[in-house]
């Protein structure tokens, strides 16, 4: 063994830290040799010390572990024992000879039977959940068929030219209907305007007014329910339209009332089947509309042509066409606008017409 040195061995002025490798050391022993060290003990008196602690019994606290947990279907987890960790000792000058080997670490303790859980009451099963009903199914409108044979084809595209009263078949420049109200009365954009309120008005309304009272008649005088409609609704029309224009609207004259004989009113009693309200309704209005459109159409341009102005206000400076404001400088301007429209008619017909034939030329009819 070494020589030990002494206090006395130390030099002046110079700490020198000394440190006790013994194995089996606890924290106790550890806090008793830094205590005998502040002390100025002695690394014998130490060694002493530390092999009297050795020598004592040695009883390890047992640490007390917390109930173990359940876990899936009630079974107790084992919980393994961690392994002690030992502290390191912190040495300035170690020597690999003096260090000893640890000794074998205790054997975990066997794990102790659990006790055996109070049986657990098993909760009634859920009553089973009656399937949603149904979402109600919408009806699922059938879609338009296509026309099979060239005939129903060449039906279907005369109708939708029929029902087409702005442009295909507009009232005064197709079908010549209610040509002096454009030629006597739409001088200019303002009077054009008052005779389209008007038209709105009688035109759209008394035909589906007309046509409810010949379903409660059994379609029985037809031509005088037709007549005595248009004039009824003629008074209250003259009252609204007095209302919006005032005074100007006596520039109209006998034009306004002679629109409760207008032949789209009455080209209606030509026909002896009897239509419904809702027809009645919206084949009056398209008629209204396509008269607005050319009352519109000629009263500006024959106001632009004489006097250079729209709606009263100056466009140009000059004269174009001062028989534009007479009747018969309106007579020659309709006819003229008449023809580019139906010629323009025409070619949009031939076309669709000649599409049509070209679809079913191979089909068998």
């Not at 003259?238 to 520039?251: E, H, N």
């Not at 050319?294 to 066409?321: D, K, M, Q, S, Y």
């Not at 034939?357 to 089909?363: E, Q, V």
């Amino acid at each position: 063994m070494p020589n030990h040195p002494t206090r006395n061995d130390r030099r002046k002025g110079e700490e020198r830290s000394e440190t006790l490798i013994i194995p089996h050391i606890t924290k106790e022993m550890v806090q008793k040799a830094q205590q005998m060290a502040d002390q100025g003990a002695s690394r014998a008196e130490i060694e002493q010390a530390i092999f009297a602690m050795q020598q004592a019994p040695f009883q390890p606290e047992v640490p007390q572990t917390p109930p173990p947990r359940k876990g899936f279907m009630g079974f107790a987890r084992r919980k393994v024992p961690a392994a002690p960790i030992a502290e390191p000792t912190v040495s300035d000058e170690p020597t690999p000879a003096e260090v000893a080997p640890p000794e074998p670490t205790e054997p975990p303790e066997p794990m102790q039977p659990e006790a055996p859980s109070a049986p657990q009451t098993k909760r009634p099963a859920a009553a089973p959940t009656q399937p949603a009903a149904p979402a109600p199914k919408q009806a699922v409108r059938p879609a338009a068929r296509a026309p099979r044979t060239y005939q129903q084809a060449e039906a279907e595209l005369n109708e939708r030219i029929r029902r087409d009263h702005i442009w295909l078949s507009n009232p005064v420049m197709v079908r010549g209907l209610g040509l002096a109200l454009v030629i006597g009365a739409a001088l200019d954009g303002k009077r054009a305007l008052m005779l389209c309120v008007a038209s709105l008005i009688l035109v759209a309304l008394t035909r589906p007014v007309a046509v409810a009272i010949c379903h409660l008649t059994q379609n029985r005088w037809r031509p005088v329910i037709y007549c005595y409609t248009a004039a009824v609704l003629y008074i209250p029309t003259y009252i609204l339209m007095y209302r919006m224009f005032g005074a100007d609207l006596s520039v109209l004259g006998i034009y306004l009332p002679i629109l409760t004989v207008d032949p789209a009113i009455v080209k209606r009693m030509e026909f002896t089947e009897l239509e419904s309200v809702s027809t009645a309704f919206r084949h009056g209005y398209n008629n209204a509309l396509g008269m607005c459109a050319a009352l519109l159409l000629v009263g500006c341009l024959r106001e632009f042509l004489a006097t250079g102005a729209i709606f009263g206000h100056v466009v140009i400076h000059r004269t174009l066409l001062p028989m534009a404001a007479l009747p018969a400088g309106g007579f020659v301007l309709l006819g003229v606008l008449a023809a580019i429209w139906l010629a323009s008619v025409n070619l949009y017909k031939d076309f669709k017409h000649e599409e049509v034939r070209r679809l079913y030329a191979n089909r068998k009819h």
